[in-house]
């Protein structure tokens, strides 16, 4: 049975941050809030852990993964990106974005999308998420909870708790969240292509 952290979305508290990173860091899959619903997530390298996500998601590969961030610097070391595109990012990172680049070398191979080698990077606008990245000083490999024949990510941590107390090793309650999606912007060829309009402005990328 997983473990259940009531974390606060405004001041969330170190000690159950410490818990969940430790649960992380031992090869464990939790479910955390972003700002875009809920997700879950696992160190990257955690091929155990990814295969459990895909099971929860009944997915057919790894390519509905990102990598989730704390800043610009960490997502530099994991995504190739050039001057221009790094302006545009810090204009609206952290924030509903999921960006798509080539993906550097630090990114295990089985990761990246196969044929153009590519990696899905966000920096979330939560500060329960951005603490879990801080605490961890690394990367969580990510997918949005979104449950087989559902639209959207799961927003109401209670349901998420009676469905995957079984499945996952803790669950963050941050509060109930708005059922967004992340607005998909595909850098990796240099243009920029958007893939999909969510919660994030499209009118900076005009």
Do not use: W
Request: glycine share 6%; proline share 4%.
């Amino acid at each position: 049975m997983s473990q259940f952290f009531y974390i606060h979305d405004e001041n969330p508290q170190a000690r159950l941050i410490s818990q969940a990173v430790n649960i992380l860091k031992q090869g464990g899959v939790i479910v955390y809030p972003t700002d875009s619903g809920y997700a879950l997530g696992c160190m990257i390298g955690e091929k155990d852990a990814m295969t459990r996500m895909v099971r929860i998601r009944k997915i057919e590969n790894d390519n509905n993964f990102s990598l989730m961030c704390r800043d610009l610097s960490e997502l530099a070391n994991f995504a190739r990106v050039d001057n221009q595109a790094y302006r545009l990012l810090k204009s609206c990172t952290p924030g509903p974005y999921t960006f798509i680049f080539k993906a550097s070398k630090e990114v295990p191979r089985r990761l990246q999308c196969d044929k153009k080698k590519t990696i899905g990077i966000r920096v979330p606008n939560n500060l329960i998420a951005l603490a879990l990245l801080e605490a961890l000083e690394a990367p969580i490999m990510s997918t949005s909870l979104v449950m087989p024949d559902e639209e959207f990510a799961e927003s109401d941590p209670e349901h998420i708790r009676d469905i995957l107390e079984h499945s996952v090793d803790a669950i963050i309650h941050g509060g109930y969240l708005a059922e967004n999606q992340t607005t998909v912007i595909d850098m990796s060829e240099g243009d920029i292509d958007i893939i999909r309009e969510g919660a994030g402005d499209t009118s900076l990328f005009e």
